[in-house]
């Protein structure tokens, strides 16, 4: 091979490193007998009237690291990849695989390192045909010792546990995984703490000697959203009117025709007939009327009956898992039937009979209606029992 230019000689990556940074003596312990360089690499010539071919390339070397990279950190990665560091820690079957000139194992592994390099090398290496004379399963059990002895090596674990350790590794996870991930966990939580409310509860309102009607005001000032929070925080499901692409004044002349002839009339079959690309078309209609100033009571096929609102439980922070609610009132008291069916709660023997007498109206007739009420007592003979 023809010794020219240093494009053509030093090809290998560690070694251009070690030639800039290192001394002949530390180059030729560490570097010589892995990259199978001779003796005469390192004489001068003459009585050192011409320098050694070592001498000469680290001066072109040298001068090539001082020249315009591309990038900064194209010098900067080559430097770190191919430092002596780096050398030090391969394995030695590894190190074999390099030499000075015509290093295939640079040019194949580290090419897209190689190529940022300011003199390019005009050396191409011929593409490796590997042929196989061993049976493929000593042959696939050889390359996995090697790789094995690589890389415990340099990355301080054999390439066959990396596999294993590989399998155990989750999928790496987004945002909205953590935030998944984040409220499950709440709902869990929250859903063990409803749980042993509803253990805990009814016991503690008959210790406490409370009136279910009270207890019931506790629940809803407490854990649900009162009447007045609900009205500001209602919803509307129609667009802006201002904005919208329908005909508005069509709408209105027959919402206007409808309310003069006292017309009953279903309000998703006039969204429909109009074209409002709405999936609640019927509300939308309904909202515009009430916007308009009709009165959509007597358009309604069916009376408007004014329900009783229903609450919306508090929720923690972020407005998304509710809180936990204690058992309603039903539940209180389905939980002390159970009770007194299992013999924990005693209710004793009715005594002191009392008759109490309520009034009350029905279809405009004053009632009178009597219900004989009752005080109870516990027998000691019980009490010894459970005892």
């Known amino acids: 091979m023809k010794m020219a230019s240093l494009a053509t000689t030093v090809n290998c990556g560690f070694a251009r490193v070690a030639m800039k940074e290192l001394e002949i003596a530390t180059f030729r312990r560490l570097y010589q007998k892995p990259l199978h360089i001779s003796d005469e690499y390192f004489l001068t010539k003459h009585g050192k009237k011409y320098p050694s071919k070592f001498e000469t390339n680290r001066n072109k070397i040298k001068a090539a690291f001082l020249k315009k990279w ?199 079959a006039v969204a429909k007939e109009h074209e409002i690309p709405n999936r609640n078309g019927g509300q939308v209609v309904k909202e515009f009327a009430v916007k308009n100033g009709i009165n959509t009571a007597t358009l309604s096929r069916y009376n408007e009956i004014k329900r009783r609102t229903r609450l919306a439980k508090k929720k923690f922070s972020g407005g998304k898992i509710s809180i936990p609610v204690p058992p309603t009132v039903q539940a209180v008291k389905n939980n002390w039937k159970e009770m007194i069916a299992s013999g924990k709660l005693l209710l004793g023997i009715p005594c002191s009979p009392y008759t109490v007498t309520r009034y009350k109206t029905e279809k405009g007739n004053l009632v009178a209606k009597d219900t004989n009420i009752y005080g109870r007592k516990i027998q000691m003979r019980e009490l010894r029992m459970k005892l």
């Open 70 to 268: 591309h990038r900064q950190t194209d010098k900067d990665k080559y430097l770190k990849t191919f430092s002596v560091d780096k050398w030090d820690h391969l394995a030695e079957l590894e190190r074999q695989s390099h030499k000075l000139e015509e290093c295939n194992a640079c040019f194949h592994s580290l090419y897209t390192i190689q190529k940022t390099f300011p003199l390019k090398p005009s050396y191409n290496p011929p593409e490796v045909k590997i042929s196989i004379d061993v049976p493929e399963e000593t042959f696939i059990s050889m390359s996995i010792e090697t790789l094995n002895e690589i890389t415990k090596t340099r990355y301080g674990c054999t390439f066959t546990e990396s596999l294993i350790q590989h399998k155990k590794v989750d999928k790496h996870k987004t945002k909205a995984d953590h935030r998944n991930q984040k409220i499950a966990m709440m709902k869990k939580c929250r859903d063990v703490v409803q749980n042993e409310l509803l253990k805990t509860v009814p016991q503690t309102v008959l210790k406490e000697n409370e009136s279910i009607a009270s207890y019931n005001r506790k629940c809803l000032a407490n854990y649900f959203e009162t009447p007045s929070a609900l009205k500001k925080k209602k919803t509307s499901h129609s667009p802006n009117f201002d904005h919208v692409t329908w005909d508005k004044q069509k709408l209105l002349h027959k919402l206007s025709k409808l309310q003069a002839s006292n017309t009953k009339i279903v309000w998703s």
